[in-house]
């Protein structure tokens, strides 16, 4: 395998896997993945243009799925804060 393969897919990877680790909301997963699949998408094409689509595809995902991670996250916790407090 090419070593430049290694650093988007083991950055894949890493960010897959720790996706799983910490518990999210739904609004979290939802930006998350529109995130990664639009970092991908734009890294692509900007990497073509230099002659590294794939390489730029991976750190766009990364990228952008991180970005869309946090936007979701604070989405979460804003709606958890509005949240009536329940007394039984």
Known sequence: MKSTFIIPISA???VTLSSCAVPAGPNTQRCAATGGLVGALAGG???HQSGRALEGA???ALAGGTAGALYGNAQDQGQYERRPARYY
Request: hydrophobic content about 65%.
């Open 45 to 47: 094409i900007i990497g």
């Open 58 to 60: 991976g750190i766009g």
């Open 12 to 14: 894949i990877v890493a």
